[in-house]
């Protein structure tokens, strides 16, 4: 990297709450960002929640805020469909390689929907976790930001993809789009790549996958909502019939030396979540959650004690031991609760699964290696040596208000690192 020019431009990889606000924060203190996003709209996973606990208000209203920001922001260039794949240099210089995969769709999408009236083929929905389908030209979700549609590319060389590219009166699909690979120079970088579901497949005994009517909770949170794949009813996924007799458990692979050793600290509180989505639904529904303790950490207690005072809503002290199908597709929960020394074999129309949080590995080649800890997690402090930070949950399990306070440090160092020594601002 030697004679490579000085850059004040930051570099804020993952584009979900912690980037967004990485990325705001550090354009609003009036130095450039370039925000790239793997997927093909902003967001991330606080884009799939039904509500937030504790207030149950809707994620969209704190994301619209930041997109809000965004767009009034022209020190901020949003890039989707885009990943780092490999990052060179150091402090003050790096050389960012972005490598960018084609949405068939350009900057002239006006949203109108005519692609998708000309699409056939059904691909499986990503945002609604596969549990239904959408035509191969579609909108993220109905809240993507940015607001463009995506070609999937299993019709870009195809007849129906020349039907979709006649159907839009405003020359945006481009079936030749290619992917593409850049180089960028930037002067430091926060990585706020977020965190996915642990896999449920691999707690054997729990049958997800196997065992009809076992989900997890982040499909609760889209069979929950209105543009979820039932469009907000809770159904059982195997029969659509309304689930009102649930078994939420907690800590399903948490905590657990065999899986995720850690608390993912914000798991009981969206189990809550849930309980209170199915009591608000179904007058006569009753809801069990089988916890092993609950963290509702600092104010988040009185949420949690307010779905104690429910009488439909039970706390069973248990981890279950397994679960198999019953009769009728009904999931049968087997264990002991801890207190009463009972054994059970408890049958119920829906089981959700608590599973927890893991870091997205970043999948850059870097040039000192970031720092993560023994669980994949990117140590969050950024010394000024490096030019490197972490925001929201790539750097540890938080809610959506710590992501947001840890991304807005994140920004702060970014730039004390591109003014260290630069006497402020270029
Ligand atoms: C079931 C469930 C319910 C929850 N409910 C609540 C709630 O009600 N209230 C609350 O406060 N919290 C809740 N949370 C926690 C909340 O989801 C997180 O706090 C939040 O998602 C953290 O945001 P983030 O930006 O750090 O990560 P993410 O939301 O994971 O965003 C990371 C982004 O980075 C992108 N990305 C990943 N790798 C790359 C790469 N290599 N290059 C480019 N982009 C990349 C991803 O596509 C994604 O868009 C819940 C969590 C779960 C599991």
Redesign the pocket.
Known sequence: MQGARESQTVLV???????ITAAVEIAETGYDVVL????AS?????AQ?N???PKLCHPACGLEINYQRLRGNPRVKVITL???TAIAGERGRYSATIVTTPRHVNARCTACGDCAKAATTQVPNAFNCGLDAVKAAYLPHPMAFPMRYVIAPEVAGTAEGQAILAACKYGAVDLEEKPTSFELTVGAVVW????K?YDAAKLDSYGYGRVPNVVT??E??RLAAPGGPTGGRILRPSDGREAKHVALIQCAGSRDYNHLPYC?R??C??SL?HAAYVREQYADASVDIYYIDIRAHDKLEAFYLKLKADPQVRFVKSKPASITAGEGASPVLHGENTLTRELYDSAYDLVVLATG?EP?A???KLPQGLPVDDYGFVVPGLDEETGLAA????SGP??????AQSATAAALKAVQAITAGAGGRA
């Open positions: 990889v993952g584009g979900g709450i912690a980037g790239v996003e793997k997927t902003l967001g991330g996973r606080v929640l509500r937030y606990f885009a990943t780092v706020a790549t977020g965190w579901p909770n982040v609760m949170e993912s914000i798991c509180l969206a979540k949080m997205v970043t999948g850059a925001a929201g949950v790539a938080l809610d959506v208000s710590m992501s």
